[in-house]
């Protein structure tokens, strides 16, 4: 049926309400729901629509954070939508609202106090809380995401207070489909999933792992402007392996043991393809937080299947490789002349190391297993060699190589000898200053990427890497830490944050209408960051842009990795725009309060 005549029936009806019997006219509209037609409504219709739905009265629509504007419902939208009396007099606009949300905000002094601020506005006015975020980004970024993110999840049964998301549990086995239903919106084109057993660098969750899917989600939206209403957060719950969470009478999780084998694998399963089934093939499933055993079965099992995305393995890695690409500059040479040393070999670190063999065969057309012999990984029992290869899991395999066995990350370093120590490692102050002395010793620019979160599990501080460097480090990492000055120069570290790189790839995806993700749309949001860093930057140095611009950043790597996907033939909204840039600042929403008259 034709939108318009659907729209225009709508306003018909809207108009009728006020004039006719209120109860024949709500057994109408339930009718026309049964029909499907809200699909169709517009974003003003629909205002009208709740009203009508609630029976008229406008306290309902203050209670929507979709549509809420608080102080900021003008004088006429007070009388057309039955607000009279119900708001104080005042008008205000919506950036004096940010300007006192801000002001608020800042005078908590614990993080976690302005997290709950913000997931309080969240909840109450959506805008508004978009228009915080996009606006203060470098502020709020590390208070709705890491680090405060995962204290949030250490304490979410506390402070949990409405859901924000669908959780599926084992009790839901069996009848997944009939679950994602309850969903509210009809058309979800991102979902963000954990199952809560590898949170960050803190280990087994659980259910309370639902922040990091929303925190991921309201990135999505704030830096990628994807519409909120398209995004699902999902935590699925098969129990946990903490005992402290077991005990806490807070918990709101499954109180069992952490389901595994054939019963984890079969709920799985069930909800993949619940999840195509429901929203097509074309919706993103973001795997997030999933430990390294099921992270890389996962991705394996459903990517020539499904539209899927691990952040962990693949965000993590383009958004190193780009760091990489981009501190060329200050280092000089190909990635093929440089020597990589990783702590860490699970998902973050197995993921950087493939993309980079990627990217160097990509340059000198070499096959990527003799690229990989520059790129060596220590994990708990020492340095990855071919002695160990039969005790490995299959995802460290290809990174043994020919050596003697090593034990200890100083001792790897002084045989390596690497241009570029990254660590992902998700353990503390790893890197120490016997190593980053080293580092230096052999280097005239070490480059240093301590990129385990939140800030506690970095492998080592900016104050330390300058000041143990003498100044000669280029620094980035996981999570945020303040400008540190050196000898009367002052250095801002750069941060490795993925939140530079999939907000930008999901919406290009989206775009493009891609039914799969393939390496080289990777390589493309990669290279696509790594352009927007500025003389002006490598000056202080940076490897990384400033967060302030990434919208605009977004909008460049979602149109090179569209790109990306019209080449491969992967796309599915055709014809290509002749613009892909514009087309995404375009598509992009906007928190600015609508009129609703």
Known sequence: MDSYFLQAKTMCFIVSFKLANRSKLLLAMVVYRLEGFLEFVTCSCAFDLILLLNGGSGYSLMR?????????????????????????????????????????????????????????????????????????????????????????????????????????????????????????????????????????????????????????????????????????????????????????????????????????????????????????????????????????????????????????????????????????????????????????????GTGIADLIALEISEQNGKPIEENRKNIWLVDSKGLIVSSRKESLQDFKKPWAHEHEPITGLINAVKAIKPTVLIGTSGVGKQFTKEIVEDMASFNKTPLIMALSNPTSQAECTAEEAYTWSEGRAIFASGSPFDPFEYEGKTFVPGQANNAYIFPGFGLGVIMAGSIRVHNGMLLAASKALASQVAEEHYEKGMIYPPLTNIRKISANIAAKVAAKAYELGLASHLPQPEDLVESAEKCMYSPVYRSYL
């Open 64 to 348: 929507d954070p979709r549509y809420n504007k608080g102080l900021a419902f003008t004088e006429k939208e007070r009388d057309a939508h039955y607000l009279r009396g119900l708001l104080p007099p005042v008008v205000l606009s919506q950036e004096l609202q940010e300007k006192k949300m801000m002001n608020l905000i800042r005078q908590y002094e614990v993080p976690l106090h302005r997290y709950i601020a913000m997931v309080g506005l969240q909840e109450t006015n959506e805008r508004l809380f978009y228009r915080l975020l996009i606006d203060n980004v470098e502020e709020l970024l590390p208070v709705v995401y890491t680090p405060t993110v995962g204290e949030a999840c250490q304490k979410y049964g506390s402070i949990f207070k409405h859901s924000q998301g669908l959780y599926i549990s084992l009790k839901e086995k069996g009848k997944i489909l009939e679950t994602l239903k309850n969903w509210p919106e009809r058309t979800v084109q991102v979902i963000v999933v954990t199952d809560g057993e590898r949170i960050l660098g803190l280990g087994d969750l659980g259910c309370q792992g639902m922040g990091i899917p929303v925190g991921k989600l309201a990135l999505y939206t704030a830096l990628g402007g994807v519409r909120p209403s398209l995004c699902l957060p999902i935590t699925i719950d098969v129990g946990t392996n903490n005992e402290k969470l077991l005990n806490d009478e807070f918990y709101i999780g499954l109180r069992q043991k952490r389901a595994t084998g054939k019963e984890y694998d079969e709920l799985l399963q069930e909800f993949m393809y619940a999840v195509k089934q429901n929203y097509g093939e074309k919706v993103l499933i973001q795997f997030e937080d999933f430990a390294n055993h099921n992270a890389f079965e996962l991705l394996a099992r459903y990517s020539s299947s499904h539209l899927v995305f691990n952040d962990d393995i693949q965000g993590t890695a383009a958004v190193v490789l780009a760091g990489l690409l981009s501190a060329l500059r200050l280092l000089g040479g190909t990635l093929a002349d440089h020597t990589f040393l990783f702590l860490g070999a699970g998902e973050a």
